[in-house]
């Protein structure tokens, strides 16, 4: 099908793919195809985005959220379930699931809540589900939240985590006692609302935590069981970056100092997973507050630059954004060019290197934190062997049989 410069069992070969009912069946020197320019690597998996949709269209929908991360080289996506209404019921979760399988230009799949209201019921919850449904994660758990419907306690999560081995708890670790609602950013000791979160959770039990912004938290969760993934805007932009984003700053956690910044982007290779937190406002919530960047579709290109560059290596880039997620979420068949996996690809022109413009993103909220930066955007994205950029062809979501 396609002939290149293909990234295979972690480095580059000249080859071919021969893809069958949208799974690799091939690959091989001798396999014949279209030849394409640049570097052929796994598309993404973007395990944590916020595609709003229901009662916050205008942020963003499932549509347009995907079809961002579409242009991001992306082709799955986990969305999280603090929507509005939040997905903690089956009800939700169908209705959202079907919404999806009629907008999404990628694969899609959407964590389940658990919050101290729906504790009770969860195993009935995950049940029914995953009749029809892969649930990659119950998460992502709130340990503090501005609503009261988002939020767990310490105490609850610990009798639902040992009820539950084998399912995939994201939690947002942030101490409530850290945090002063209604301040997002300029709150006292809001690094150690991180740092004491993980700390109390790794003794409770094995989590993947979600957008880990600190050093400390960092390195007592690489001392556990536990997993955590790293934002872009965590590794790339610092408190440093607060006069020139100006209303924009807001994010949870917040924008860090640069020993944290650089500890983290140095230690990369170190991270299990890289994911955006794409968290879609518009400039008017913005100006009032809302905490949250859009990332989704920048996320793979910034690093792609970035080991063009020689910063960091495609080899690390790859396990971090396709198949350490793959492998911690259960995405079978996702993740890695072999032989039976999905033929999903990114094809980047290392010499196209552009500079990020809020105006072009596709998602709805119309910019980005990371204006004139510079990053390498895909050329060609393959979905199931399908070139699916070009003729934006709707994925749909994850059924049971497909991860
Ligand atoms: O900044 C954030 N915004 N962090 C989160 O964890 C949630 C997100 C949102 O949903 O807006
Ligand atoms: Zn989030």
Same mark, same amino acid.
């Given at each position: 099908m396609i002939v290149g410069k293909i990234f295979y069992k972690g480095e580059f070969i000249e080859a071919g793919i021969e893809v069958e009912d949208g799974r690799i069946k091939k690959i091989g020197k001798l396999v014949e195809g279209k030849r394409v320019k640049g570097v052929i690597l796994p598309a993404g998996i973007d395990v944590h985005v916020h595609l709003r949709d229901f009662a916050e269209k205008r942020k963003e929908t499932i549509e347009t959220g995907t079809l961002s991360a579409l242009h991001g080289g992306v082709c799955l996506v986990v969305d999280q379930p603090? #929507?509005? *209404? *939040? =997905?903690?019921n089956v009800k939700t979760y169908f209705q959202r699931m079907e919404k999806a399988k009629k907008s999404a230009y990628v694969d899609y799949s959407l964590n389940l809540a658990l919050t101290n209201s729906n504790h009770e019921k969860l195993g009935d919850i995950i049940r029914k589900i995953s009749e029809k449904y892969f649930i990659p994660a119950v998460g992502e758990i709130f340990i503090q939240h501005d609503s009261e419907d988002l939020q767990i306690d310490y105490e609850t999560l610990r009798k639902v985590y040992g009820r539950f081995e084998g399912v995939v708890f994201t939690v947002h670790a942030e101490d409530p006692a850290y945090v002063a609602k &209604? #301040? *997002?950013?300029? =709150?006292?000791?809001r690094r150690e609302a991180e740092v004491l979160a993980v700390e109390k959770l790794v003794e409770i039990g094995n989590f993947h935590f979600c957008h880990i912004s600190t050093r400390d938290s960092a390195k007592e969760i690489m001392n556990s069981n536990s997993t955590y993934e790293v934002t872009p805007h965590h590794m790339l932009l610092s408190v440093n970056d607060y006069g020139r984003l &100006?209303?924009? =700053?807001? =994010?949870?956690p917040p924008l860090r100092e640069k020993e944290d910044v650089d500890w983290l982007l140095r230690n990369f290779h170190r991270v299990d997973v890289l994911a955006s937190d794409h968290a879609p406002h518009t400039l008017e919530d913005k100006e009032l507050g809302a905490p949250g960047f859009p990332g989704v579709e920048t996320m793979y290109p910034l690093f792609v630059n970035m080991a063009s560059k020689g910063y960091i290596s495609f080899k690390s880039l790859v396990e971090r954004v396709a198949s350490n997620p793959a492998r911690i979420f259960g995405f079978k068949g996702y993740g890695e060019i072999k032989t039976g996996n999905f033929a999903n690809f990114a094809v980047f022109d290392l010499k196209n290197v552009k500079e990020v413009k809020g105006e072009e993103l596709?998602?709805?909220? &119309?910019? #980005? *934190?990371?204006?004139g930066f510079e990053a390498i955007f895909p050329e060609k994205v393959y979905l199931r062997g399908e070139e699916v950029l070009e003729s934006c062809l709707k994925a749909g979501n994850i059924l049971k049989n497909r991860a």
């Open positions: 603090n #929507t509005k *209404p *939040p =997905v903690d &209604g #301040t *997002p950013n300029f =709150v006292f000791r &100006g209303k924009l =700053v807001n =994010v949870n596709h998602s709805k909220c &119309g910019w #980005t *934190p990371f204006e």
